[in-house]
């Protein structure tokens, strides 16, 4: 994942300051789920649990993100476009509707681990940790697709 997020801030970091701050919220998601998950460069040899600490603040990471996104970076973009007179296209209201079925479980994730504490259940932790994973990266991945075209957008808005 973090390899992939570098490509994608390489190829669209600098384009928009909606975009820089979609990037830059995406990493900060990216870092706290390695270190919650050990994978490099965050090593976890011992495998232990994470701390409450570590879930608390994941959990409201991705709580941040997914509201960022919702509340403030569609909404940057959608005043950016009734700014220049562009409307969303199919393609981008398809895949926005993709990205929201992703938004239930990963909540559903940080409500059961939010207030997570030392006597918690975490029978089934490793499991739901890779289901997350996997959810952000499908995240990411139709995210990737919706900012090349939002970038294409506010690059060149309509009658220009």
């Known amino acids: 994942m973090l390899s992939k997020f570098e490509q994608v801030k390489q190829q669209w970091g600098g384009t928009s300051d909606v975009i820089d701050h979609w990037l830059m919220s995406r990493q900060q998601l990216l870092i706290d789920y390695c270190k919650l998950a050990g994978l490099p460069p965050f090593d976890n040899s011992k495998n232990q ?20 996104g919702h509340f403030k970076i569609y909404d940057m973009v959608m005043a950016r476009w009734n700014d220049t ?7 981008i209201s398809l895949l926005y509707a993709k990205i929201t079925q992703t938004t ?3 909540l559903n994730f940080a409500d059961r681990y939010c207030d997570a504490d030392e006597a918690s259940t975490m029978d089934d932790f490793d499991l739901h940790l890779s289901a997350v994973g996997e959810l952000v990266e499908q995240r990411f991945a139709l995210e990737d697709q919706l900012i090349e075209l939002i970038s294409e957008s506010l690059a060149c808005p309509p009658g220009a």
């Open 85 to 91: 007179g562009y409307s969303p296209t199919e393609d």
């Open 49 to 68: 649990l994470p701390e409450a600490s570590q879930l608390q603040l994941f959990s409201q990471q991705l709580v941040d993100y997914i509201s960022a």
């Open 104 to 106: 239930d479980p990963l």
